[in-house]
């Protein structure tokens, strides 16, 4: 059975910090790249973040900003959000990279607005 549970969002001001938990059910999780993605109202999903082993990758619009990180003893991946800015108010799912389309979770919500 292959899950994606995320948790850790909420609404921050401009400026502010968030970090986003992914528990995931997945045989032999280690193996596989993990990504972070974002949908915003009315756009489409995009990759914002992935990570195979230790090392992470990240889109232009939050080098910098965000850090990607995994416990593979958990089956979690994390997303470290500092200096968040109004446009990276989305809902954020995890999944593999390149994704598994029909296991998309519910997602968590993060709102920055002041």
């Known amino acids: 059975q292959v899950q994606f549970v995320e948790s850790g969002g909420g609404l921050v001001q401009p400026g502010g910090s968030l970090r986003l938990s992914c528990a995931v059910s997945?045989?032999?999780?280690?193996?596989?790249?993990m990504g972070w993605y974002r949908q915003a109202p009315g756009k489409q999903r995009e990759l914002v973040a992935s990570i195979i082993g230790s090392g992470g990758n990240l889109a232009d619009s939050v080098k910098g900003r965000f850090t990607i990180s995994r416990d593979n003893a958990k089956n979690t991946v994390y997303l470290q959000m500092n200096s968040l800015k109004p446009e990276d108010t989305a809902v954020y799912y995890c999944?593999?990279?390149?994704?598994?389309?029909?296991?998309w979770g519910q997602g968590t919500q993060v709102t920055v607005s002041s």
């Open positions: 997945l045989r032999f999780f280690s193996i596989y790249a």
């Open positions: 999944n593999t990279q390149p994704s598994r389309d029909n296991y």
